[in-house]
């Protein structure tokens, strides 16, 4: 990373440097999107930075925008509590503290080569999106594409126009299902492992990228080894408990690793003896 604002975060860190929001969208009833401007920023694919809603607090947030574009970051942010309401409710020009970026991302140069499987449960298509941009920049150097995503219900698909937009493409192939629906639903219902019994891919020779609820990334992993995708080769994004991202405060430890200096993304093979313990 060799721009400004890179070579500062790695020399301090733990210093906020204040950028500005240039554009909010609402995606869903609790979730909006911001993107921010403030020099050149540099990020790879499932990378997170420290947001500060000024006054309240700092929370980690997922890029979730174009790696290929260094002029804006994106984040796209759930209410979930005091410092995400706050940053969700920041109008356009007003400041925003901003560290990073931070952690280990998705696994890009291994899955050249390979048929690529993404599974995104609600918000999980967020930390995915940078990923996918690269997936679909360089189709090139891929093998079979395919994208499963769930939601709880068709009110909470996420980047629903684009999800849209990717189903009209002829080289990947997108899925979508939900938990629960109503009657005009003409769609998937049911949970994201379903899709996954039906998907087409070379399993001896393919990655999977992971993003959701625990349980969800769980139950595909299983699902993937299953169908005889190496465990090496399932990568999850963890996304708990990060608090001061450089692996200095403890509070995202789990078992042996820091989820924030060594996360948040870990092939399921590092995960797979505790991702089940309800006590880690």
Known sequence: ????????????????????????????????TLEIEGGAFDFAPGQFNMLTAFGVGEAAISVSGDPADSARLIHTI?????????????HVGEPIGLRGPFGRGW?????????VIVVAGGLGLAPLRPALYRLF???????RILLLFGARSPADILFRDELEAWRGRLDIEVEATVD???GDWR?????????????????????????G?????????????????????????????????????????????FICRDGP?????QLRGLIAKKEI
């Open 1 to 32: 990373m060799t721009d400004a604002f890179s070579a500062a975060s790695i020399a301090a860190p733990m210093i906020p440097r204040v950028a500005r929001v240039v554009k909010r969208k609402r995606e869903i009833e609790d979730v909006v």
């Open 78 to 90: 759930r209410a979930v509590g005091a410092v995400s309401r706050a940053l969700t409710e920041l």
């Open 107 to 115: 696994p890009m140069a291994e899955a050249e080569g390979r048929d």
């Open 137 to 143: 920049a360089e189709r090139e150097k891929y093998g």
């Open 180 to 182: 629960h629906a109503r």
């Open 187 to 211: 769609g998937n219902v049911g949970v994201v492992t379903t899709l996954l019994s039906r998907a087409q891919f070379d399993a001896a020779n393919a990655l999977a990228m992971l993003c």
């Open 213 to 257: 609820p625990e349980i969800m990334m769980r139950f595909v992993a299983n699902a993937l080894l299953e169908r005889g995708v190496a465990q090496e080769r399932v990568y999850l994004s963890m996304e708990r408990n990060m608090k001061c991202a450089i692996g200095f405060c403890g509070h995202c430890q789990f078992g042996p690793v």
């Open 265 to 269: 993304v870990f092939p399921y093979s």
